[in-house]
């Protein structure tokens, strides 16, 4: 046979043919565009853009900034990358298009300190861990089956609170401790079941946690320089409310692990079932041995954490500003209160079963969550791979932040966006279920609130029982336009000044005997 082996002369020709084919290509991927970040104001070395966040609420001043920058800005926080969503259709490719991509959470000290290394629902990494908690939360903890099974506990924690309404008539009271108080103790009964020992100190440190954790801290911006945690004490005090915590819960959960074990010696599984509380739920999963991640008590202990802040905080926060609008609007809290009083006529008590019915005070509640979202900026989330958005390069690991606030105002998709009128909202599909991307006071996408149910109908329970019960006056000397409505900012989004009003009874009291 054969052998054919080409001339050098020939062999050159095709090497000289094969660099100039590279070069070519080269210089034609060059030219085509490198997306480019998304822009932002201009830079400062070592702080970035930390400076043009300090005049107002973080949610006021990047609204401010995208005004500028655009819906889909960049800014450096320190060491951080961050992108800020401003806008439902930008919402719409990182929630929606883009979203496994954006459903992780960055580091946060406060979380890896006071969650159990970050092991609670809110802030674990997304990934089969996180995934399994969410399964067990929307199918056993929050289902709409179990919360309506807490219908009792709510509907007694809310007419012991109308009792001490009643029993103060005439006289000024602070309706805003009166309804977190209100709102702990219902997620606490439901999580706990009975009273717990500790129940009240577990309150004030429940609060306290709320505090720390909804801070923004120069260690977050500065990962890797670990001196920074203990600026000001932060590493020392996030220590110390978790080792309070720590003991408490521990104490409840070995209390539970003993009931449990009498309760099945001396019940049938369906009557153990009726007396389930959250804490049950979560070690029936731990002694089930079907879980692929098995349930640690630490891991028990931060889920817990995590539904007793979230599930109380948020919803005290909007029945807060409900009311505060209310008290401004003398004629929408005239309508939201006839269609309470017809509703309910001829009963002594607003209950669960027609709670439905209340068209208009479902939509004043809407309004609310649109004007004062509790959670402003949601949760924060970090890319998990780099991705493109509306035609800028978003890298892996970047913090991404969603002003559902901006979001909620966007003039449009809003008309007179500034006004408070829950007639928008009458004979409009609009809703909060993560769909509708120009109103996301839950969130959307995988990540979005898993608690909505629990959360509203604690809502509509307790402000429908304030309108059926009292008309509400405001303290001599003050006028409705008077009331400040300016906000603090937290894990959630408080009123800064406490709401005083005073109750006037508009049944005869029947809490009386
Ligand atoms: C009016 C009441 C509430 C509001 C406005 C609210 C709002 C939110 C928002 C904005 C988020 C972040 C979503 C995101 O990152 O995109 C969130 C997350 C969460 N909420 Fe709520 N929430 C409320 C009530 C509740 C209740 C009652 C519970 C539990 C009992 C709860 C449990 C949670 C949990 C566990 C998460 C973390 C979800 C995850 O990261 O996968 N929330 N909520």
Redesign the pocket.
Known sequence: MEIHIPSSSALFTFFLFLVMMIHILCRIKSKQPTPKLPPGPWKLPIIGNMHQLTDSLPHHSLRKLAMKYGPLMHLKLGEVSNIIVSSPEIAKDV?KTHDTTFAN?PFLLAAEILAYDST????SPYGNY?RQL?KI?SMEL?SASRVKSFGSIREEEVSNFIRTIYSSEGQVINLTEKIFSLNYGI?GRAAFGSKAKDQETFITIAKEITKLAGGFYIADMYPSIKMLQLVGGLRHKLEKVHAEADRILGNILSDHKKKRMKRSEFYEDEEADEQEDLVDVLLKFQDGGQLDHPLTDRNIKAVFL??FT??SE??ST?IVWAMSELVKNPNVMEKAQSEVRRVFDGKSNVDETKIHELEYLKAVIKET?RIH???PL??P?ETSQSCVVNGYYIPKKTKVI?N?WAIGRDPKHWTEPEKFNPERFLNNSVDFKGLDLEYI????????????I???I??ELILAQLLFHFDWKLPSGFKPEDLDMTEVFGLSSRKRVDLCLIPIPHHPNIFST
């Open positions: 929630l959470r609670g629902i809110s802030f996180w969410r939360c929050l997620t995590d539904i979230a599930g948020p919803s909007a969550l979202p509790p959670v949601l949760l989330k969603v559902a006071p839950f969130g959307a996408g995988r990540r979005i609130c898993p608690g909505m629990f959360g509203m604690a809502v």
